[in-house]
């Protein structure tokens, strides 16, 4: 990012800014060591978060693959940091290879989290010396809006913890196959998390006597200096950066840790709450999508291959429920076609008119019949007038 480039207050703007912060106030009404109202949004998938801190957002999404490790620790997966700085956040971001900004960013949020030991990194080998989960969270910055460390970081936090990597089990002649699972087959893990490194940015004004928590936008460009104090919830300090600008006094230094240390408990709290409420939501859609699919399963049809007597292959689809009812119905069927066999002999005794003409329509069934089927050489000499007399004669008899 070229320093040309980015916003500069003016006169004016600077002294109202340095005069406000003298009497304790700043230009967004918040106190000295306030935060921004902080919101944390999670996708349809794990792994991706967003998090807004007044006007900033920043986006990240965690993956992992199986990479060979490093042979200093050949029994540890990785983690890795990228950044990415879009114009559309801020026009002083430049597209294509990563600035300085964004260089720091990473490194800043990079070292709270490993050097740390946040994530536990054992747990990702599968093979020692040969397969480990190597784990990347992507930071896009959507909207600069002051404060890009505290946001990435706390971006980079939840996108870890609502990340799952795929199952892998080991087995093969040599026990050295790995088979990683679809995440349908097998539940995917969570990572382990031992602690939640925050990051907590302080802006220094004059000659570092003035301190706030959490700049805006235009206080960065009239502050005088910065320091980011990586603290987690447990008080532990993880990492501290100072990047230049004015020089501060080690009793500030340590004011800032104690109020640091009060401001990671809070963040960790929100961000455990927000990661609890999305796990649990997800686990209610899974048990509602469950009976769905267990219904389906009952009710599909099971597909049967079948040969049939020319050699092709037929399917038939078998359904227990349907069988159920054709098993039921056909004993009535039976049961109408005797009652109309012993109602036939009735009709015939009580009247002679009607026998004749189910006879007739036996005769033209059987007609139907023959002509529904293949005519012999002797049906074809046969004239149709003889068989029309005997139709005759057995009327009249």
């Known amino acids: 990012m070229d320093h040309h480039q980015r916003w500069r207050p003016t006169v004016n703007e600077r002294e109202f800014i340095e005069r406000a912060l003298q009497s304790d106030l700043r230009v967004d009404g918040r106190r000295p060591f306030d935060f921004r109202r ?3 949004l999670f996708g349809r998938e794990d792994g991706s978060a ?4 007044g006007d900033t957002r920043v986006m990240g999404y965690a993956t992992a693959q199986l990479v060979q490790p490093y042979k200093d620790r050949p029994n540890e997966g990785t983690l890795a940091i990228f950044t990415e700085f879009s114009p559309m956040a801020d ?12 260089i720091e960013l990473g490194r800043v949020v990079d070292r709270g989290l490993r050097e740390s030991r946040a994530v536990d990194m054992e747990s990702l080998c599968v093979v020692a010396g040969k397969h480990v989960w190597s784990v990347r969270v ?3 910055i959507l909207d600069n809006g002051g404060n890009l460390i505290d946001a990435a970081n706390i971006a980079a936090l939840a996108a870890l913890s609502t990340f799952r990597r795929p199952e892998c089990t080991v087995g093969g002649e040599d026990g050295q196959q790995v088979t990683v699972h679809d995440p349908e087959v097998r539940d995917p893990l969570p990572l382990t998390i031992h602690h939640l490194p925050i990051a907590v940015t ?3 004004f004059g000659e570092g006597n003035i301190m706030v928590i959490d700049p805006t936008y235009k206080e960065e460009a009239v502050m005088g200096g910065r320091m980011t104090a990586t603290i987690n919830s447990n008080g532990d300090v993880c990492s501290i950066q100072k990047a230049g600008g004015e020089g501060v006094m080690s009793s500030v230094i340590m004011q800032c840790l104690r109020i640091a240390s009060v401001k990671a408990a809070d963040i960790t709290s929100k961000i455990k709450n927000e990661v609890n409420s999305y796990t649990s939501a997800k686990a209610l859609q899974k048990v509602k999508r469950l009976p769905a699919s267990a219904l389906k399963k009952d009710n599909a049809p099971d597909v049967a291959m079948k040969e049939s007597s020319d050699g092709a292959l037929e399917t038939q689809s078998t359904k227990p429920s349907s069988d159920g009812q054709q098993i039921n119905k056909e004993p ?3 049961v109408e076609d005797n009652k109309q066999e012993d109602v036939e002999p009735m009709l015939s005794e009580c009247n002679p008119e009607a026998q004749s003409e189910s006879r007739l329509t036996a005769g033209g069934s059987d007609e139907t019949q023959e002509a529904i089927s293949p005519k012999s050489l002797k049906d074809a000499v046969k004239p149709k007038h003889k068989r029309k007399k ?3 004669s057995k009327i009249n008899v």
């Open 38 to 40: 902080l919101k944390i």
């Open 50 to 53: 967003e998090v807004q801190l």
């Open 91 to 102: 026009p002083a971001f430049e597209p294509g290879r990563p600035g300085e900004s964004a």
């Open 138 to 140: 992507d930071l896009h």
């Open 202 to 204: 302080f802006a220094y």
């Open 332 to 334: 009535p069927s039976v």
């Open 390 to 392: 005997k139709q005759h």
